[in-house]
């Protein structure tokens, strides 16, 4: 069974960074396509950030497009989410998930992804 781990999460002001690291257990992720999701309070999950198991392609949202950079390294059997210029509509709740062979199609589904991790909160203050 295969367990996701979020770490690095915490408060921060507007403008500042943070970095996400996802640990997996279980199971060598050097194959998965991997995301980050997030959920603010009262709303959907939403896609943030994808990498493909190689990890030459990646995938952003818009609102977070040139602002995160999603990388893995598959020795390491981890994935990062690297976080600047934040905002306050930021706040929320961050995600990993995997997705293993065979792919599903869409990669900003929530529900084309097999694993999850348990979240940690990203709070950015104005």
């Known amino acids: 069974q295969v367990q996701l781990v979020e770490s690095g999460g915490g408060l921060v002001q507007a403008g500042g960074s943070l970095r996400l690291s996802c640990a997996a257990s279980?199971?060598?992720?050097?194959?998965?396509?991997m995301g980050w999701f997030r959920q603010a309070p009262g709303k959907e999950r939403e896609f943030v950030a994808a990498?493909?198991?190689?990890?030459?392609?990646?995938y952003y949202a818009d609102s977070v497009k040139g602002r995160f950079t999603i990388s893995r390294d598959n020795a390491k059997n981890t994935v990062d989410l690297q976080m600047n210029s934040l905002k306050p509509e930021d706040t929320a709740v961050f995600y990993c998930?995997?997705?293993?062979?065979?792919?599903?199609?869409?990669?900003?589904?929530?529900?084309?992804?097999?694993?999850w991790g348990q979240g940690t909160q990203v709070t950015v203050s104005s």
């Open positions: 998930a995997a997705n293993f062979p065979p792919y599903y199609s869409d990669y900003v589904r929530a529900d084309h992804y097999n694993y």
């Open positions: 279980g199971r060598t992720l050097s194959s998965a396509r």
């Open positions: 990498i493909s198991g190689g990890g030459r392609s990646t």
